[in-house]
């Protein structure tokens, strides 16, 4: 199965950010995610998902909070990290235009309100 770019279902799309889904079935989601301002705090959640995220362009500041306290990293264009599900995590965006690449599995449905999952 082949996903345009063009194509591509443009789930946000702000002065401050726009997210992309690329890809996605009922088990896996690639998605764009690229910060036009830089926000003011670094929007602590979870999820039931797991998720890597690779930057792909500029710099950001993850945060986790660990059994032992909270870790922080720098990553810059080419690192990735590795989320487990419901662990809470978030990240400063360091660079105006700084992008990342995230895939979840399963796929978020909250990404996708208006859209179904493709048939296996």
């Known amino acids: 199965m082949v996903f345009l ?15 992309r889904v ?11 995610m690229t910060w036009h301002k830089i926000p003011a705090d670094p929007y602590m959640h979870s999820h039931p998902h797991s998720q890597i995220a690779q930057v792909t362009k500029g ?14 990293n720098v990553l810059k264009e080419g690192d990735s ?10 990240s400063y965006v360091l660079e ?8 979840f599995t399963p ?4 990404f996708l309100p208006s859209l179904p999952s493709l048939p296996k």
């Open 107 to 110: 796929e978020r449905a909250d």
């Open 59 to 72: 710099t950001f500041e993850f945060v986790v909070e660990e059994e032992g306290g909270t870790v922080r």
């Open 5 to 19: 770019y063009k194509d591509a279902y443009l789930q946000t799309d702000t002065e401050e950010m726009t997210r």
């Open 96 to 103: 105006v235009g700084s992008k990342l690449v995230d895939i």
């Open 81 to 90: 990290i590795y989320f487990r599900a419901n662990v809470v995590h978030g």
């Open 22 to 32: 690329l890809a996605h079935d009922k088990d896996l989601m690639l998605v764009e």
